[in-house]
């Protein structure tokens, strides 16, 4: 077998060079790990660190309202359902179906407390046969990736009632799409059961919200309308 070439000074030299170069450059890149992952900024932004998003309000639902709706959505939920869609399918609609669903005379304890959220939050235009209704089950570990409700598909306001939420700062985020998370475009809502969100204007249109993995069980009931002119599109669904 040939013998290895001799390393000249030069080599030796250069091999050093590049050495040290490689090292300075993996410790900085940990070092900006480092920095991304422990950075106060960016640990803040799990909390509700700057100002409401313009257009959000939020107020608190009665609790008795709340505990009933809760109770009435886990004895019709079972353990693994991660979604309960009320009056319309959503995901029907998506593919231009109209399909009616289960409505107030299933769930007279949401409805109850779609109507009180409604009346609290002053909403004008809030017609019985336009709602959709989502209800979210998470477990610990499950999210909800960043998104605005589909404008051409809903009009007006989306609102929503923290039903359980067991995780401490465990809950929706709003912040501007295709902008990088900082301290500065994150809000994270403070949730608590029977918080109540009415997204509207800039909170609506340009704030995405999402729900970050949670770290223990939390439900929520998210409503929103159709626009009219998009529900006169649907096709009935045939079964
Ligand atoms: O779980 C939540 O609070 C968010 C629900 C939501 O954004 C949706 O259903 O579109």
Redesign the pocket.
């Known amino acids: 077998m040939p013998s290895l070439p001799e390393f000249t000074p030069e080599a030796r030299r250069l091999h050093r060079k590049t050495s040290a170069a490689y090292f300075i450059n993996s410790a900085l890149i940990v070092i900006r790990l480092a920095m991304v992952v422990f950075d106060p900024a960016f640990a803040r932004c799990n909390l509700a660190c700057n100002g409401t998003p313009p257009g959000l309000r939020m107020l608190r639902a009665p609790s008795e309202k709340v505990a009933a709706a809760r109770e009435e959505l886990e004895r019709h939920m079972s353990t693994d359902q991660r979604t309960l869609e009320m009056q319309y399918a959503y995901s029907a609609s998506k593919q231009g179906l109209l399909k009616p669903l289960r409505g107030s005379r299933y769930f007279p304890a949401c409805y109850s407390l779609m109507e009180a959220v409604e009346r609290a939050f002053a909403i004008e235009s809030c017609d019985r046969d336009r709602l959709q209704a989502?209800v979210?089950c998470?477990k610990a570990g499950q999210q909800?990736r960043l998104?605005i409700?589909d404008t051409a598909m809903f009009e007006g306001s989306?609102l929503?009632v923290?039903l359980r939420c067991d995780g401490h700062k465990d809950?929706?985020v709003l912040r501007p799409q295709g902008v990088p998370p900082s301290c500065e475009t994150c809000f994270a809502v403070d949730e608590e059961p029977g918080v109540a969100l009415c997204l509207e204007g800039s909170s609506r249109y340009d704030f995405g919200?999402?729900?970050p993995p949670v770290t223990a069980p939390?439900l929520?009931l998210?409503w929103r309308w159709f626009r009219a002119a998009y529900m006169q599109r649907l096709s009935p669904h045939m079964r």
């Open positions: 989502m979210r998470y909800l998104h409700d989306v929503s923290i809950g929706l919200h999402e729900v939390r929520s998210t």
